[in-house]
């Protein structure tokens, strides 16, 4: 079974600076995902990947897939992307996908 | 916005009591996902489906059911509600090599 690990856990930083979130798995996939949580609120799918990186407005996100690893990159942070960023991996050949514990971010004014 | 809607969005239920969870979605997609939210646990896999009247359990199956009759419904049923099924509960859905949407979840409460 694919083991996700998202680092760091919970993460504080103040309006402007570059944020990096970081995801590990440990058995090939075909597709990985980050989704988006606000308190309280819904789940949002920021990207899908299964080679590069992505860009949208302020979130940028890349895969390494030889090194089984994935970040999701936010610049100029504003206090409105405070929430929870979870990763996700589609392991090949199944529809089931595999949950990291999620990061907390929080961006100060 | 992806066609994903789930109902109830509240819901408080007494122990030993049934309840169904509803999904529906507007899609036409494949694949569709019971989860629950817990707390220091993340988002767990109920039970999930891959087409209609095909479904399959997740890491957390016990005490629930779930049937899909139609492409567009997905029903996750609490046989007999307990205290440690107080939960959140989203519902997602995703074509084949496609992002996943989920809808905006229900606060289960069991009393």
């Known amino acids: 079974k694919n083991e996700v690990e998202q680092s760091p856990q919970n993460l504080t930083a103040q309006e402007g600076e570059f944020i990096t979130i970081n995801c590990s798995y440990s058995?090939?996939?075909?597709?990985l995902h980050w989704l988006q949580q606000h308190p309280g609120g819904g789940i949002v799918s920021l990207f899908m990947?299964?080679?590069g990186k992505k860009k949208h407005g302020r979130l940028i996100a890349t895969i390494n897939i030889q090194e089984k690893h994935s970040s999701l990159h936010i610049t100029a942070s504003h206090p409105r992307d405070s929430a929870v960023y979870i990763c996700?991996?589609?392991?090949?050949?199944?529809?089931?996908?595999?949950f990291g514990k999620g990061t907390k971010l929080t961006v100060n004014p | 916005d992806a066609g994903i809607t789930q109902s109830p969005r509240h819901k408080v239920t007494e122990t030993g009591t049934p309840v169904t969870l509803r999904c529906h979605q507007t899609?036409?997609?494949?694949?569709m996902y019971w989860y629950r939210q817990d707390p220091g646990h993340g988002l767990r896999l109920i039970h999930y489906?891959?087409?209609?009247?095909?479904?399959d359990k997740g890491e957390v199956s016990d005490g629930y059911s779930v049937s899909r009759s139609k492409t567009e419904d997905f029903l996750l049923t609490l046989e007999s509600a307990t205290s440690s099924q107080t939960s959140v509960y989203f519902c997602?859905?995703?074509?084949?090599?496609?992002?996943?949407?989920f809808g905006n979840g229900t606060r289960l409460t069991v009393t």
């Open positions: 990947l299964s080679s």
């Open positions: 996700a991996v589609e392991e090949g050949g199944s529809e089931k996908l595999v």
């Open positions: 058995v090939g996939i075909s597709a």
């Open positions: 489906s891959y087409g209609v009247k095909d479904t």
């Open positions: 899609e036409n997609h494949r694949y």
């Open positions: 997602a859905i995703r074509g084949v090599h496609s992002p996943l949407h």
